[in-house]
């Protein structure tokens, strides 16, 4: 972490005072017009609990000059004048400075770790020493009579139970935040391990067409070699077999080092598979806004089967969201997701109300290369490998079988698990 500047120490008291302050125009009077009690030390104490390097004693110091200054210039609006508004507020600016003496005394010497009813018990002491100090600065208030005993003794009480209240709501805000973000985190991690598993997926494909380049290319030095008139090109041939050989070493590397990093990254817990689709509501969601669309997802029927490794599952259905997305018309989309188990199998049709597909294109949407995806701006041409990446994990990994049909308004692709092979993916 990087350390804190004198600039921003100073940044952070003035904030924290003029919180404070701001907090203490919220007021009651009890003894008299003099003496008041206000919820600015509520916010004082909560922060100097809540925080190890809160600057206590001189927030305390400087957000009793504040009071002391506002409840002058109040006094002086209600016709009393400068040198006497002065003197009735001042004891206020010695509350200030009691209280953040005595508490951070407490903070630095006698707090221990995790004793909330000593901070509690310590906070009532604070709020109580702190108003007898101010209750023996007014000459006109007698500090040890019973009714200004039992006064801020009933003060210190309320004041303690709000920074109570204030503290645990705090804690356990924060406590969702993180929680959130953890989620997030864990979400984006499964989504990113998803993409590098089918980028792996098509790497292993590719790897046996570098196999075949290179031996092709050795074949040829061999024919060109034999050939007298030929022994130039020969030797390029051989310069192009071994850089595919080269390149074949590296290309192997790369996909053994992305290869344990997935395997690592699946000794991760079970995921039900109803949570795939919360998973992915997210950012199917923000994918759509980037096509200026809207989506709404509506889940059918529920499991209980749990999947070790989530990721070929997430990689299949985030390409069958996307692809119904892209293909729309529409300015939203609506996906349907049915589920249903039948004895060893799990059932799975995804639905999308989009324009549908040709009956003379509907055989062709698992091939690899196939795309009907064309940016007419650039002219770029999409890979076409979603839906193939899709049919690839579905039978070669999971032992399952998909097909797809289709009409205006209603494109569905129906899956079939294994629930024994789903259960041992891992």
């Known amino acids: 972490m990087k350390p804190q500047t004198h600039l921003d120490i100073f940044i952070h008291t003035f904030f924290y005072s003029v919180l404070t302050a701001a907090a203490a125009q919220f007021q009651i009077n009890i003894f008299s017009p003099e003496f008041s009690v206000s919820l600015g030390i509520v916010f004082l104490a909560a922060f100097s609990l809540l925080s190890d390097h809160f600057p206590l004693f001189p927030v305390s110091l400087l957000s009793g000059i504040f009071v002391l200054l506002?409840?002058?210039?109040y006094s002086c609006m209600n016709g009393n004048g400068l040198e006497q508004a002065f003197l009735i507020s001042l004891p206020e600016l010695g509350f200030y400075i009691i209280y953040g003496i005595i508490l951070t005394f407490y903070l630095k010497k006698l707090r221990g770790t995790g004793q909330i009813w000593?901070?509690?018990?310590?906070?009532?002491?604070?709020?109580?020493?702190?108003?007898?100090?101010?209750?023996?600065?007014?000459?006109?208030?007698?500090?040890?009579s019973n009714s200004s005993q039992s006064g801020i003794l009933i003060t210190a009480l309320l004041r303690t139970v709000l920074i109570f209240i204030f503290i645990t709501i705090f804690r356990q805000y924060h406590l969702v935040l993180i929680r959130r973000e953890q989620k997030d985190y864990y979400q984006n991690l499964a989504l990113l391990t998803s993409r590098l598993q089918e980028e792996v997926i098509w790497m292993k494909k590719n790897s046996g067409m570098v196999e075949s380049a290179m031996h092709l290319a050795y074949q040829l030095f061999e024919r060109l070699r034999a050939d007298s008139?030929?022994?130039?090109?020969?030797?390029?041939?051989?310069?192009?077999?071994?850089?595919?050989?080269?390149?074949?070493?590296?290309?192997?590397?790369?996909?053994r080092g992305l290869s344990d990093v997935l395997s690592l990254e699946s000794t991760s817990k079970s995921l039900p598979f109803s949570d795939l689709f919360s998973i992915l509501?997210?950012?199917?969601?923000?994918?759509?806004a980037s096509h200026?669309?809207?989506v709404s997802f509506h889940v059918h029927g529920n499991t209980s089967l749990c999947v070790p490794d989530p990721y070929c599952l997430?990689?299949?259905?985030?390409?069958?969201?996307?692809?119904?997305?892209?293909?729309?018309?529409?300015?939203?989309?609506?996906?349907?997701?049915?589920?249903?188990?039948t004895g060893e199998s799990l059932l799975c049709t995804v639905t999308d109300d989009g324009p549908g597909i040709s009956p003379d294109i509907l055989p062709m949407i698992f091939d690899a290369g196939f795309s009907t995806k064309i940016n007419y701006e650039t002219g770029e041409i999409?890979?076409?490998?979603?839906?193939?990446?899709?049919?690839?994990?579905?039978?070669?990994?999971?032992?399952?079988?998909i097909t797809a049909t289709s009409r205006p308004g209603k494109t569905s692709f129906h899956i079939t698990f294994k629930k024994t092979t789903l259960e041992e993916s891992k």
């Open 70 to 73: 506002s409840r002058t210039f």
């Open 118 to 144: 000593k901070d509690l018990a310590a906070l009532f002491f604070c709020d109580y020493l702190a108003n007898f100090g101010e209750l023996m600065l007014r000459l006109n208030i007698n500090a040890f």
């Open 229 to 255: 008139g030929t022994k130039d090109a020969a030797k390029d041939a051989l310069v192009v077999a071994n850089n595919i050989h080269e390149i074949k070493k590296e290309y192997y590397l790369i996909l």
């Open 281 to 288: 509501e997210d950012p199917i969601r923000q994918f759509a």
């Open 292 to 294: 200026k669309k809207t």
């Open 314 to 341: 997430l990689s299949v259905f985030r390409n069958l969201f996307m692809n119904a997305i892209e293909a729309s018309e529409k300015d939203h989309v609506r996906l349907d997701i049915s589920i249903e188990e």
């Open 382 to 401: 999409s890979r076409g490998l979603g839906l193939n990446i899709v049919k690839n994990i579905i039978v070669e990994q999971l032992g399952g079988t």
